[in-house]
């Protein structure tokens, strides 16, 4: 029986309010938390308002290192310390409480200081203000401040970010990965953020009213947090069940990096595997949270989901948009809108749609116009769909019964969990063979201006993709998207897995990206300071986020299955493939894809000779490229007639706490892998094969396994392509085994992450 998951604390900071308790009464009120835009670059936009947290700040408390850090890192501390301390939860929360963290934008605010003194001339990057741009800085230290030793893991799906991030939290919970998990969503007001939406004619010339007009979005800022338990620990310590996880589903459109497919099947998807995992159908729904966010697109294509989920009784069940009074907060929305739906609904309240002056065309539907409504009902939808197609819906149980102990629903069969396919491309080439095969990768850069000449890195040679299939079409990929799209599509023939459109719409994609891409945030940042705020070019814009990577795999292979995008740092992609498997095993999807994806940029080639990551004297060399690993059941791949190249046994995820900026040496790494090996029933004696993710693994492994096994490490001949090397090093790890042999896959960020993979071929 798989553990049933309760929301035992919920806290929040927004434009309406500073905790839970004043939330819930603005949204009884119909409050808007709007205001006008005081910044002068801004005053040619068609925007003109937004949902600013006013007069907020660093807690003075926390360490001078913390309270310079980007502003959404303070939002999300703030609701984190808020959701905990009402859930009554102990600090340290220690070894098996996690922490998930949804966004979109990350550090932009210390991205943006970045670029506007780039365009006056300047460089003023170091090591701090590299680490406060980072997408994964704030769940490092979220964990710091909650004393968290267990998973940390930044999810990066856009605008449903934090709804993912839910639904990872609760995924960890599942699989005994952990017992609490703080999972939320954050992100901060950004000018450049408006700038992109203004220009994509997204925005509101007014004040936004979802479903009705004036069309357009208004921008907010904010976070949310849940505390995310196993019901029978929150009911044995005394912990007050506010609500019940019932499900969540994952999808992407596979359509377009801005636009949702107007045809739905993706939100549609979204929803209806959040039902199948909550094991109910659509005539439970009593209210839908909606996403909402006032687009001449969105709403429609989104009220056409929801008729088809709810069939005859659409128009009858209640649909209202939270981002009516608090704004559009991206990676934050969805945390938001899912603790108002639980903050209003158990105070016997509906949170209306406000500013509601009618429904506008193709939103026929009940909108709960202006104020709050009462509310009797039991299960609600809340819904966040984002820029590259990835869409989330939740499923929460409002008033969860007081019945025994135990699951409702069973575990999916006691399937182990297989790798069927691998595929890579690296600075050596094509495929998974061909790092040891050839000379090497490591060359100076010619491509791109470096700061010094030679500067050795392992790029990626020019790669025809009709080499790997003929149909494959990645005209205006940015590069990192063309690696991640090649390694998939090879891995997937590798598994044997039929290439018709029908098959590859039912498979997913958990992807590990190190910082993101870097080509259309720099090309982004650039013509908007050089340009004085106004774009002349729409081309970047959608490719600032991170999932864009993920968003242009599921199009040029027709990906529409479970898909989720993390950045944890170097090592990402075994934390993906941690991801993944759990999503299989937990009956998410049948089939996956785990990859990691890097590329090399003029930027992030600076910043990183200049901060020391590489160069002279650092012993490193950066790389660039993709890994993919085809997992499904193996009762799967035994019907297809796959062949089977390991079994994943054991997984292990941590955190290193003991400070907010760094690692402590690695005891991350030897928690998660003692996790893995507990997991897999292996003893540390049997590992015969590691497999390092450029971090330093190797030691660590010496010490908590002894001497004597082999190591498989391409950095040398590579560069560390910090998201893809360690699926690198584990797919040729795989594919030269030989058969019996227990393989440990281990990565360990600079900042503490670890994540630990037991495979046995």
């Known amino acids: 029986m798989r553990s049933r998951v309760a929301i035992t604390g919920v806290g929040v900071v927004c434009s309406v309010a500073r905790d839970a308790p004043e939330f819930r009464e603005a949204l009884r009120a119909g409050r808007r938390g709007f205001v006008r835009l005081g910044d002068p670059r801004l005053g040619r936009l068609r925007a003109t308002h937004a949902g600013l947290v006013e007069g907020f700040g660093p807690v003075n408390g926390d360490p001078a290192a913390v309270r310079k850090l980007d502003r959404h890192v303070h939002l999300a501390l703030h609701a984190m310390r808020e959701a905990a301390l009402s859930a009554g939860l102990p600090s340290p929360i220690g070894d098996r409480g996690g922490v998930v963290l949804g966004t979109c934008s990350g550090g932009m605010l210390s991205i943006e200081r970045h670029y506007e003194a780039l365009a006056r001339g300047e460089d003023p990057i170091d090591a701090d203000l590299l680490f406060s741009k980072r997408y994964y800085t704030a769940v490092k230290v979220l964990a710091w401040a909650a004393g968290a030793s267990g998973p940390a893991l930044t999810v990066v799906t856009a605008c449903a970010a934090g709804a993912g991030a839910i639904a990872e939290g609760t995924d960890l919970i599942r699989s005994g990965l952990a017992d609490v998990v703080l999972a939320g969503g ?146 934050g929305a969805g945390a938001l809108e899912a603790s108002a739906t639980v903050l209003a609904c158990r105070a016997g309240f509906l949170p209306p749609t406000a500013g509601f002056a009618g429904p506008r065309e193709g939103c026929d539907l009940d909108s709960v116009p202006d104020f709050g409504r009462p509310f009797s009902g039991r299960i609600a939808l809340s819904n966040s769909f984002g820029f590259a197609g990835n869409n989330a819906c939740l499923v929460l149980d409002l008033a969860p019964d007081n019945g025994p102990k135990g699951s409702r629903l069973p575990a999916p069969a006691d399937d182990p969990v297989v790798v069927t396919g691998l595929g890579a491309v690296t600075a050596a080439g094509l495929g998974v063979g061909t790092p040891l095969d050839g000379a090497g990768g490591i060359a100076p850069v010619e491509r791109l201006p470096v700061p010094v000449e030679p500067y050795p890195a392992g790029l990626v040679p020019d790669i025809d993709p009709r080499r790997v299939d003929r149909r494959l079409d990645l005209r205006g990929f940015d590069r990192c998207s063309i690696y991640a799209a090649l390694a998939a599509r090879e891995a997937i023939g590798a598994a044997g897995i039929d290439a018709r459109p029908t098959t590859l719409a039912r498979i997913g994609l958990v992807l590990g990206v190190a910082s993101g891409p870097g080509q259309g945030e720099d090309e982004h940042l650039r013509a908007t300071f050089e340009g004085a705020f106004e774009l002349q070019s729409l081309g970047a814009f959608p490719y600032v986020v991170p999932n864009e990577v993920a968003g242009n795999v599921a199009r040029a292979l027709m990906l529409r299955g479970h898909n989720t995008v993390l950045a944890t740092g170097r090592g990402a992609g075994l934390a993906a493939l941690a991801s993944a498997t759990l999503a299989v095993s937990l009956g998410h999807c049948d089939l996956v894809l785990a990859a990691g994806a890097d590329e090399i940029t003029e930027r992030g080639l600076a910043d990183g000779w200049r901060t020391g990551l590489f160069g002279p004297g650092t012993g490193v060399t950066p790389g660039e490229g993709a890994a993919v690993a085809v997992l499904e059941r193996l009762e799967s791949a035994r019907k297809r007639g796959a062949p089977v190249l390991a079994t994943v046994v054991g997984l292990g995820l941590a955190a290193d706490p003991a400070d907010p ?101």
Request: charged content about 20%; overall charge negative.
């Open 186 to 331: 954050s992100d901060a007001f950004a000018p450049s953020t408006l700038v992109g939406f203004d220009a994509l004619k997204a925005t509101c010339e007014g004040i936004c009213a979802p479903f009705s007009t004036p069309v357009g979005l208004n921008l907010g800022e904010g976070a949310a947090f849940l505390v995310l338990e196993e019901l029978e620990r929150a009911r044995d310590r005394g912990a007050t069940v506010l609500a019940e996880l019932l499900g969540s589903g994952l999808s992407n459109d596979a359509h377009h990096p801005t636009a949702p497919d107007p045809t739905a099947r993706g939100q549609l998807a979204a929803m209806n595997a959040a039902l199948h995992d909550a094991g109910i159908d659509a005539g439970r729904i009593d209210y839908i949270n909606a996403h909402g966010t006032g687009t001449r697109a969105n709403d429609p294509a989104e009220c056409r989901a929801i008729s088809r989920l709810l069939g005859e009784r659409s128009g009858q069940v209640p649909v209202s948009s939270t981002k009516s009074m608090i704004g559009h907060c991206l990676g």
């Open 661 to 761: 900026r760094s690692s402590a040496g690695g005891a991350s790494l030897e928690r998660a892998l003692a996790q893995a090996l507990e997991r897999a029933g292996v003893d540390a004696s049997d590992v015969s094969v590691v497999a390092p993710g450029g971090g330093g693994e190797v030691d660590i492994a010496r010490r908590s396994l002894g001497a004597s096994f082999e190591i498989v490490d391409l950095q040398p001949r590579l560069g560390l392509a910090e998201a893809a090397l360690s699926l690198c090093n584990l797919a040729r790890a795989l594919a030269t085994a030989g058969p019996d042999r227990v393989v440990a896959a281990l990565s360990l960020s600079r900042e503490g992450l670890a994540a630990a993979a037991i495979l046995r071929t």
